[in-house]
């Protein structure tokens, strides 16, 4: 059975930073895409990032481009999401999901991934 745990979420001041971890056990975590979802309260789930099966691929929503990475350890069965410059409308339940077919690449779409975690909380005070 595959699971997959958020971690890292916590309160920080805008323009600060924080690094979230996804680990993933049981599976195959080496040949699932992975992403990063975020949802603030009354708002839509919002696409983060997301990183193809090798790394070599990655992609990120118009709002975080620039100041969030995404990256994974396959040996460790990780994925990460740095997250630099931080704004008060980041603040959000962060969620990782993986996609255990890829089709190519990732997908932004979070109806590609069949495995989501419980969610980490990330609160930016202005």
């Known amino acids: 059975q595959v699971q997959l745990v958020e971690s890292g979420g916590g309160l920080v001041q805008a323009g600060g930073s924080l690094t979230l971890s996804c680990a993933v056990s049981?599976?195959?975590?080496?040949?699932?895409?992975m992403g990063w979802f975020r949802q603030a309260p009354g708002k839509e789930r919002e696409f983060v990032s997301a990183i193809s099966w090798s790394g070599s691929n990655t992609y990120y929503g118009d709002s975080v481009k620039g100041r969030f990475t995404i990256s994974r350890e396959n040996a460790k069965k990780t994925v990460y999401l740095q997250m630099s410059s931080l704004k008060s409308e980041d603040t959000a339940v962060y969620s990782c999901a993986a996609d255990r077919r890829p089709a190519g690449g990732a997908s932004l779409q979070s109806a590609a991934y069949d495995i989501w975690g419980q969610g980490t909380q990330v609160t930016v005070s202005s």
């Open positions: 049981g599976g195959t975590f080496s040949s699932y895409a």
